[in-house]
């Protein structure tokens, strides 16, 4: 942990549109954990515009590979082998450096290990199921994992998580926190998906959802998918006081 | 018709899900050892200026039930009111922590060094506060908060001032329960639902 980033400029409020409905009811968790109340919207503060820094030291070589990092490197992971790349941008169009990216996944038969996950669907000695990384000066970050499975879970009579990852991204403020999860290219299950249902303009959704990125896949041995992520920004006008460092 | 103004929209969120902790926080998955030292672990570390409080309270969903699969993490400024990176910042103070409700009981428990005031833009002063941004199986986008405490003067602070419903300003302070001890309850639904911020 370093010192912390201190851009210039109100964040750009968010906008609602993008995201998903807070409750829905074909989600049915959502119903009773979302605000019943409107939010109170404010320019942001200084509290928003601020944010930890994290360093290189802090992250081990093999944090980024999910395939070996279980293992520490003795065994690999099973599944289908996969590069994850993208970039991280903010709504100016900016490039994010030193944006922490953490992923969390299934393995490939669809199970978590994770205390609470009891589907039946056997764990992989060798996956954890969890990798983080920085970006680079250009904002480029690329995992290596697995292509996890599917999962059933309780919610309407026969619900299905379609393969996807979890992202969570911390860019250079606290307002800018994000989670999401990616899904993959030509999934059938994406469209019976409640949870994926809650984002209500279809062009966002598609947004979450990675092509396959055929050159960037290495003959032999992985293919490849590209997740593009872009965080708020900052309002930067010729009239906004930007002297006072805050 | 008009030419567009290029623009890029902030990536849509999705729910953190029950398994939140996997990625997180791998310890409290049953996953200790994924990495060499996990990220948010404490707000502070040794020598840190000013006191050492702690907060303990829930999530509370709609129907009285505590969230037991909560992820809240906090962000503040040292006892000076300073962020880190700022400078005179206490370099003991990181700022962000990471915390989970208790599997069984819901509970959460933040350690922490307790905030001073902060000097925002143009002489806006803000009572001392943490921020939380609290993730979970169905909450669809995260939800943000903050924590002011009732042993302050929050009579002039710029967040609280805006709150129309002066009822609701409370739902934002933390109760003082002992020797530098406190409780904060997090509602999401009810009469007494949090104010959380959209900011
Ligand atoms: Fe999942």
Redo the contacts between chains.
């Keep these: 942990m370093g010192k912390a980033m201190i851009d210039s400029g109100r964040l750009i409020p968010r906008n609602g549109a993008v995201h998903p409905v807070r409750r829905d009811m074909e989600y049915k968790t959502s119903v009773l954990r979302s605000p019943d109340f409107p939010l109170l919207s404010l320019e942001s503060t200084k509290t928003e515009e601020t944010g930890p820094v994290f360093g290189h030291t802090s992250l081990g070589p093999l944090d980024n590979d999910l395939i070996l990092n279980w293992s520490k490197g003795l065994a690999s992971a099973i599944g289908e082998r996969i590069l994850l790349h993208g970039r991280v941008i903010d709504e100016n169009g900016r490039s994010v450096p030193k944006a922490l990216i953490e992923i969390w996944q299934a393995n490939a038969g669809g199970r978590y290990r994770h205390v609470e996950d009891t589907y039946f669907a056997p764990l992989d000695d060798n996956f954890g199921g969890c990798g983080r990384t920085l970006t680079d000066a250009e904002g480029r970050y690329q995992f290596m994992t697995i292509k996890p499975g599917a999962y059933p879970w309780p919610n309407r009579g026969n619900d299905w998580r379609p393969a996807h990852i979890h992202f969570s991204i911390f860019g250079h403020s606290f307002g800018q926190r994000l989670i999401t999860q990616m899904y993959f290219e030509g999934d059938p299950l994406i469209d019976r998906c409640p949870i994926a249902a809650t984002i209500k303009d279809r062009s966002q959704l598609e947004r979450l959802v990675a092509p396959l990125d055929f050159l960037a896949a290495r003959p032999l041995d992985f293919l490849a998918y590209r997740f593009d992520i872009v965080l708020r920004g900052r309002r930067q006008t010729m009239f906004e006081n930007k002297t006072e460092g805050l | 018709m008009s030419a567009k103004v290029?623009?890029?929209?902030?990536?849509?969120?999705?729910?953190?899900?029950?398994?939140?902790?996997?990625?997180?926080m791998?310890t409290h998955?049953?996953?200790a050892g994924?990495?060499?030292?996990e990220?948010g672990v404490s707000p502070f570390v040794d020598g840190v200026k000013g006191e050492i409080i702690e907060i303990r309270g829930a999530v509370i969903?709609?129907?009285g039930?505590t969230?037991r699969?909560a992820v809240i993490?906090s962000?503040q400024?040292d006892a000076d009111g300073r962020?880190?990176?700022?400078t005179g910042a206490d370099p003991c103070v990181?700022?962000?922590c990471r915390f989970a409700a208790d599997?069984a009981s819901g509970e959460f428990c933040l350690r922490t060094v307790k905030p001073g005031i902060?000097a925002?833009?143009?002489g806006?002063t803000?009572a001392p506060?943490i921020?939380l941004?609290i993730?979970?199986?169905?909450?669809?986008?995260?939800?943000?908060t903050?924590i002011y405490f009732e042993d302050e003067d929050n009579g002039s602070d710029?967040?609280l001032g805006?709150?129309e419903n002066k009822n609701r300003c409370g739902t934002l302070i933390a109760k003082k329960t002992g020797e530098a001890s406190y409780r904060f309850e997090i509602k999401?639904?009810?009469p007494d639902?949090?104010?959380?911020?959209?900011?």
């Design positions: 290029s623009n890029f929209q902030e990536t849509p969120s999705q729910t953190a899900g029950p398994y939140v902790h996997i990625g997180l791998p998955a049953g996953n994924s990495y060499d030292g990220i969903d709609g129907q039930m969230l699969d993490e962000w400024a962020y880190p990176g700022e990181t700022g962000h599997p902060v925002d833009r143009a806006v803000q506060h921020s941004w993730v979970a199986r169905g909450i669809n986008q995260g939800l943000s903050r710029f967040l805006r709150i999401l639904q009810g639902e949090t104010v959380f911020l959209d900011i």
